[in-house]
């Protein structure tokens, strides 16, 4: 609702009487396109995870990792940097297998490959693209700045916790006890010892893809670049179904921006902050009367879509589930039922014996 309020104010404040002499010249094909470019993403991001699961010695099809990447776009569109499509994922490649130490590096891994990959944008930008970004507003960058920071400090926590487990896996086990003490349920207590054994699972496959799965890594880092491209592709070509000049480096670097800065956890799923943020970027190359339909058309495209896409992959799994726990249901009912059947045979067996005994 967010979002959708801060749209509604941008076309108010965009619209005139030229925008509908650019709405009438909108090449659908090209728009079509740009979705198509987003479910390139998708694809790109389902193969990251499939080859560095593949690294690690498992074999998870490329359609079970596809729909674990679209059921993640619903909770990572309503949780703030999109934090919430980690535990989705996770989940999906537990249930096919994988230890929750391993599907927890792939995944954090992930989020550590498109970290290194944005910073490293974020620094080609600001010196290659030096002269572009001094027309950007200073509070952007600013903000820009501050997300690189965040990101290169969560990478650094990361490798100190591989290089120092011990430490690191103590500190986090006292705040879990402190926790556990607060909560006082068995769960807790359940949890705790879970996440020790995990813990070291998740080292040794962390590891591992520096050293035996070396193939994860490259691949894993291959895709995502990939992954971005496509993702960047996502504006320009809706510029060009608006009939406007592509200004390629320009482009690229706003959604270089954009990028980062929504990967700060302030709104859910970057609501309010993408839409201003892209506004005062390309308020710079678009004709301010299409100005808030192309904001539109890119929002609806990597943010509504998401929820929407994200909703039928949950579905899929919620089905799945049920269906298994029917399973668990009805067999449980038919040992029962067989158990019932066994001892209704043995009395009988035990009656017949009483009268042998007595004739």
Not at 44 to 70: D, E, P, Q, T
Not at 98 to 114: P, S
Not at 191 to 213: G, M, V
Request: proline residues 2%; hydrophobic residues 55%; glycine residues 6%.
């Amino acid at each position: 609702m967010f979002s959708v309020l801060v749209l509604f104010i941008i076309i108010l404040s965009t619209v005139d009487e030229n925008t509908f002499d650019y709405l009438q010249r909108i090449n659908i094909w090209f728009l079509l396109a740009a979705i198509g470019f987003r479910f390139i993403s998708f694809a790109l991001w389902a193969l990251r995870i499939k080859l560095m699961a593949h690294s690690l010695g498992y074999h998870v099809s490329f359609l079970h990792c596809f729909n674990a990447v679209i059921a993640n776009l619903l909770m990572g569109s309503i949780t703030p940097g999109k934090t919430g499509g980690e535990p989705v994922r996770i989940h999906e490649l537990y249930k096919v297998g994988v230890q929750i130490g391993d599907a927890t590096a792939i995944v954090v891994l992930e989020r550590v490959f498109d970290a290194v990959i944005l910073v490293f944008l974020g620094i080609f930008s600001l010196t290659v693209l030096f002269e572009v970004m001094q027309s950007v507003s200073g509070v952007i960058v600013g903000f820009m700045l501050i997300a690189m920071g965040l990101m290169v400090f969560a990478i650094g926590v990361l490798i100190y916790a591989l290089y120092r487990p011990d430490s690191a896996k103590k500190t986090i086990m006292k705040i879990l006890f402190w926790l556990g003490k607060k909560i006082r349920r068995p769960l807790a207590d359940k949890s705790i010892a879970r996440f020790d054994t995990e813990f070291d699972n998740f080292c040794k496959s962390t590891i591992a893809f520096s050293k035996t799965s070396k193939n994860g890594l490259y691949t894993g880092v291959a895709c995502t670049a990939l992954f971005w491209l496509s993702e960047f592709s996502v504006a320009l070509v809706i510029l060009m179904g608006l009939g406007i000049a592509p200004y390629i480096s320009e482009v690229f670097l706003f959604q270089i921006v954009i990028a980062i800065i929504s990967m700060v956890p302030l709104t859910p799923g970057a609501a309010g902050v993408a839409e201003i943020s892209a506004t005062s970027l390309y308020a710079l190359i678009v004709p301010t009367s299409i100005l808030g339909v192309f904001v539109l058309l890119w929002r609806f495209i990597v943010f509504y879509l998401n929820i929407f896409i994200g909703f039928i992959g949950s579905m899929i799994i919620v089905r799945r589930e049920l269906r298994v726990s029917q399973k668990r249901v009805g067999s449980t009912i038919d040992g029962a039922y067989s158990i019932q059947e066994q001892e209704e045979s043995e009395v009988d067996c035990m009656d017949k014996d009483v009268v042998f005994h007595d004739k």
